[in-house]
């Protein structure tokens, strides 16, 4: 498991990296929605598998991070961690698409054991049928009437981002900044060669499954 802090209060801060530390749980830090995003954009949100969230943050409030998160799609699984402990904040939080809220001060085994339930309930990487493929993630392997289609590493990546997305139309800058990291050339057509070869593989005669939206990005249309 790996974590990201996102929490302005030094303090506060060390004492939630002393909890992780404790239990042998990786996690990164920032002390504000800006830098948060710098990270999670660097890998996609892949890089993290669960986002510890202040409300109380400089600049953008952890409210409003969330909101523009779940508004992007993105799926990552959220923990409020907050002095905020009314039972307004609490059903408010988790109304916004928080997966848990914890009120300091808590228990490191408290934090522990909210961050592995979290983590089992936001296990989705199951095999999935997207028009008359199979996809499953946990070995990347991708069938059509149980014969296997053979794609690289990038072209599956590219095909279950789009999985994932559940319709959502993803630009080309998040597919490069998710599979390339943030320091990309933004002219590349790395993409979209990419997606050209995806498609000759997956899709038939008549059967189109990736959407083109010019000049915005890529939707799975099945």
């Known amino acids: 498991m790996k974590v990201l802090i ?3 209060d030094p303090a506060s801060k060390r004492y939630t990296s002393m909890a992780l530390e404790e239990a042998g749980i990786e996690y990164q830090s920032a002390d504000c929605a800006q830098n948060a995003r ?3 954009d660097g890998t996609g949100g892949d890089g993290f598998d669960v986002l510890l969230l202040d409300v109380e943050l ?3 409030k952890g409210w409003e991070f969330l909101t523009e998160l779940r508004a992007e799609g993105c799926e990552i699984p959220v923990v409020f961690v ?3 402990e009314s039972l307004e904040d609490r059903v408010h939080g988790l109304n916004l698409g928080a997966d848990d809220y914890i009120v300091k001060p808590f228990e490191f085994t408290e934090l522990v054991a909210r961050l ?3 983590l089992r309930r936001s296990i989705r990487d199951v095999p999935t049928r997207v028009g008359d493929l199979t996809i499953d993630p946990q070995v990347r392997r991708v069938e059509r009437s149980g014969k296997p289609i053979e794609l690289t590493p990038r072209e ?3 095909l279950w981002i789009l999985v994932r997305a559940a319709g959502r139309l993803v630009s080309q800058k998040e597919l490069l900044a998710r599979l390339w990291g943030i320091d990309f050339d933004p002219e590349t057509k790395n993409v979209e060669v990419h997606v ?3 498609r000759k593989k ?3 005669a008549g059967r189109i499954l990736i959407e083109t939206v010019y000049g915005e990005g890529y939707r799975l249309k099945a």
């Open 38 to 40: 710098a990270l999670l």
């Open 58 to 60: 400089p600049g953008t």
């Open 116 to 118: 592995r339930a979290v």
């Open 156 to 158: 599956f990546d590219i």
């Open 6 to 8: 996102v929490d302005d």
């Open 196 to 198: 050209h070869r995806l």
């Open 202 to 204: 997956i899709e038939t």
């Open 82 to 84: 907050t002095v905020r």
